[in-house]
């Protein structure tokens, strides 16, 4: 298993190597807006560290860079 270099404790993870430069999708899909484009490297990750696990980010990118990581007592 290959080491990523991203935080795992967060609810989102976005793999930046499949996320597409200034795509939009999974950003305009959260509606708590915990998503956001990051100015310096033109990729999708998550500014706040709140979620509701609704999924629709992750099911709207189209690369699959968007991980929704589901607590245990949630599944």
Known sequence: MALVNQR???PVT???SLCIDE???CVDMCPLDSL???PETSKA???VDECWYCGPCAARCPTGAVTVNMP???R
Do not use: G, N, R
């Open 8 to 10: 795992v404790d967060v």
């Open 14 to 16: 976005i793999d930046k």
């Open 23 to 25: 795509c939009t999708l």
């Open 36 to 38: 956001a484009i990051d």
């Open 45 to 47: 990750y998550m500014h």
């Open 72 to 74: 245990v007592l949630i």
